[in-house]
């Protein structure tokens, strides 16, 4: 009961912060936004309940203390805070979580369920298509914590820094120098390629199964090693969005 009581206080302090950023109007800069949350998490009160918490990603492990220079908010709509906390076990490595308030995170667990499932039966046949099911669970309503994959990158990022933001979409080759960047070598670049083409395999299979739509180059991403995965899963089953150009007979 102790831990459980412990981390709905951590849970409800992270939305609470959410929540300050979120209504926020102010014409301050990001950068400077970001200072004032890190000022709000240094507050004795909150590092009190945030840190020595039970990871609920992964009860295995035990978040310590903050991160606080680590820690900021992403742009998207509802501000998912990015998180980073030292690892209990000091011989680990820190732990990265991204708390989302606003967004139902229940289809996202079930689809990576099922990614996951997808993956050991392939594996179980000896195929391993280098599938990147990231941890995700829902905590309450629209409430809810991600895993963040590091060393990755969206493929509109690296479209972008590969080329001028009119023909970012358009210009071959972009991934290709970008895994060429981050794998010094032949073997090393040879052996990226050929996690980009199994992983990129696995996800044509598991989103066209699993019905997966809104798919697009801002939720498909690619890790430094060279493997592809799939992010934003609000859209699965047959339930996509509707085109409001949709011509509808009487």
């Known amino acids: 009961m102790q831990i459980l009581t412990k981390q709905i206080e951590c849970i409800s302090k992270l939305r609470r ?16 936004k970001i200072v004032q949350m890190q000022e709000i998490l240094k507050q004795k009160y909150y590092q009190e309940t945030l840190n020595d918490v039970i990871n609920p990603l992964d009860p295995a492990y035990k978040l310590g203390l ?14 998912p805070l990015w ?18 308030n606003g967004d139902d995170l229940r289809q996202d667990m079930l689809t990576l369920q099922m990614i996951r499932i ?20 829902s905590l309450a309503k ?15 990022n690296i479209q972008k820094e590969k080329s001028s933001a009119a023909l970012a979409a358009f210009r071959k080759g972009s991934i290709y120098s970008w895994l060429k960047d981050h ?30 739509a809104d798919r697009h180059n801002d939720n498909i991403m690619v890790k430094r090693n060279g493997q ?5 899963f609000g859209h699965i089953l047959g339930k996509f969005k509707v085109s409001p150009f949709v011509w509808l007979e009487e």
């Open 17 to 32: 912060i959410n929540e300050i950023i979120r209504e926020d109007k102010s014409r301050d800069s990001r950068e400077k």
């Open 66 to 79: 903050l991160r606080i220079n680590k820690c900021k908010f992403m742009d998207s709509k509802m501000k």
């Open 83 to 100: 998180l980073v906390f030292e690892n209990a076990d000091r011989a680990a490595p820190d732990i990265y979580l991204m708390f989302k």
């Open 118 to 137: 997808m993956d050991y039966m392939w594996k179980e046949e000896g195929l391993d298509l280098r599938m990147t099911p990231y941890k995700c669970v």
């Open 142 to 156: 629209n409430v809810g914590l991600i895993e963040v994959v590091l060393n990755a990158d969206t493929i509109a």
């Open 183 to 212: 794998n010094a070598g032949e073997e090393a670049l040879k052996k990226a390629v050929e996690e980009f083409t199994f992983s990129c395999a696995g996800y044509c299979v598991a989103t066209y199964v699993l019905g997966i």
């Open 228 to 232: 592809l995965f799939h992010i934003d």
